[in-house]
């Protein structure tokens, strides 16, 4: 664990030595504000700026149709539009957090960064992980609707909310690769487009119930488990991970993240360090604390989600999987449902993983990532940005510790 000296960081979420964390809570909206005057640049209009064309803006004035239906479109539309912590909407924020607490050489650059220490190469980038994300969420929002008596006369309208949803997120992945091209560096869009891969990978890993939802992998016993998942050390531009780490625990959920969210957030970081030329160390390290924030952001929604949503949480967050490994006997719930092909029994699996020592197992898994955050924020030379990057996964980490205590 490294030991921070930075008055400012201590005082606003008092940090008080290794895991131990005073939960005096950062607001969001101030870190946020923040972070955004640090870079030069309200980062709610890489979303705005794209979301608001001509192209989507003709798509967007038929989502009041949708309006009475519960289509999940709505609901992403608004967390875009007011932001959220939810779905890890500050991707382009921590690309141009990362890039600001790097630096560059301003001699090599003098014609083409940002007063505020951003090159515009390096916002331009911001802006298409942000939507490449944005663009992935939206897809998911798509409604199953298979059993068409289900919806009865709603069925129309979700079926041409399911029609806006793929329009605007083809659209939204199309301009993302356009705009690619035009930074005209090859290894970035190496980097770019295989986190797009990996962002796919993700949506097919496992099993799955009837309504497309992941189910959890049935846990291994402790003597077929022959290594553990390192993401940190592998070749990111090859598939990542293996399927031999589904069924163990925590790598399971690891290899999960790693390709919903950690890959994409990483490169971005990584390839903004090939923009300013700052060499392979550099840009490793902007890897690894891109991929430690995607993880700790999701250990903050997966526990916010099983606490909040006793009824209907996923079953492939963090809780659920860490119970399972501890006691594989739990696999039963989901056993079951799969062979009566019925919903499971979520507050019955609720209780019982509460009864378990997920909770103490969550905690050091925050307080890890928490401190993986920090030390390796440390390499980042600049200060203020980096600060800000520290804040960020304070209040995440904060807050999540939060919902497990209440």
């Known amino acids: 664990m490294t030991h921070l000296n930075i008055g400012s960081l201590r005082q606003s979420s008092h940090w008080s030595g290794p895991g131990l964390i005073e939960h005096k809570e950062l607001d969001w909206r101030d870190v946020i504000s923040e972070a955004e005057q640090?870079?030069?640049?309200?980062?709610?209009?890489?979303?705005?700026?794209?979301?608001?064309?001509?192209?989507?803006?003709?798509?967007?004035?038929?989502?009041?149709?949708?309006?009475?239906?519960?289509?999940?479109?709505?609901k992403s539309a608004k967390n875009l539009l007011l932001g959220s912590k939810s779905n890890l909407q500050s991707v382009g924020l921590i690309v141009l957090l990362v890039s600001k607490a790097a630096g560059f050489n301003a001699t090599d650059y003098s014609r083409d960064h940002h007063d505020s220490g951003v090159l515009h190469a390096q916002r331009a980038l911001a802006e298409i992980v942000e939507m490449k994300r944005t663009g992935h969420l939206i897809h998911k929002t798509m409604v199953n609707l298979r059993e068409k008596q289900k919806y009865g006369d709603k069925y129309k309208d979700l079926l041409y909310g399911n029609k806006i949803v793929l329009l605007t997120g083809d659209y939204l992945l199309a301009?993302?690769?356009?705009?690619?091209?035009?930074?005209?560096?090859?290894?970035?869009?190496?980097?770019?487009?295989?986190?797009?891969?990996?962002?796919?990978?993700?949506?097919?890993l496992g099993e799955f119930d009837e309504n497309n939802n992941p189910l959890p992998t049935k846990p291994k016993g402790s003597n077929e488990v022959t290594s553990h998942y390192a993401w940190e050390y592998e070749d990111n531009l090859s598939k990542l991970g293996s399927n031999e780490f589904l069924g163990q625990g925590k790598d399971e959920w690891i290899l999960r993240?790693?390709?919903?969210?950690?890959?994409?957030?990483?490169?971005?970081?990584?390839?903004?360090?090939?923009?300013?030329?700052?060499?392979?160390?550099?840009?490793?390290?902007?890897?690894?604390?891109?991929?430690?924030?995607?993880?700790?952001?999701?250990?903050?929604?997966?526990?916010?989600?099983?606490?909040?949503?006793?009824?209907?949480?996923?079953?492939?967050?963090?809780?659920?999987?860490?119970?399972?490994?501890e006691y594989p006997t739990l696999y039963a719930y989901i056993l079951q449902s799969k062979l009566e092909k019925k919903p499971v029994e979520f507050k019955q699996l609720y209780y019982a993983v509460r009864s378990t020592r997920c909770l103490e197992y969550l905690s050091n898994f925050l307080d890890d990532e928490l401190a993986a955050i920090l030390k390796y924020s440390e390499k980042f030379p600049v200060e203020d940005a980096r600060v800000a990057l520290q804040k960020m996964a304070l209040t995440v980490h904060s807050e999540a510790i939060q919902y497990m205590e209440e």
């Open 175 to 204: 301009t993302c690769l356009k705009n690619l091209g035009t930074l005209r560096n090859n290894e970035v869009t190496e980097l770019i487009s295989t986190g797009l891969r990996d962002l796919v990978e993700g949506d097919f």
């Open 257 to 325: 993240t790693m390709l919903t969210s950690g890959s994409l957030l990483g490169k971005g970081c990584q390839a903004a360090m090939k923009l300013s030329c700052r060499g392979q160390e550099m840009e490793r390290n902007a890897y690894i604390l891109g991929g430690h924030l995607a993880l700790i952001w999701q250990l903050y929604l997966d526990v916010k989600d099983f606490f909040i949503h006793p009824h209907s949480y996923s079953l492939v967050g963090a809780p659920v999987i860490l119970a399972l490994w």
């Open 38 to 74: 640090i870079v030069g640049y309200p980062t709610s209009f890489l979303n705005l700026r794209w979301l608001f064309n001509d192209e989507i803006a003709n798509t967007a004035i038929h989502l009041r149709k949708l309006v009475g239906t519960n289509h999940p479109l709505l």
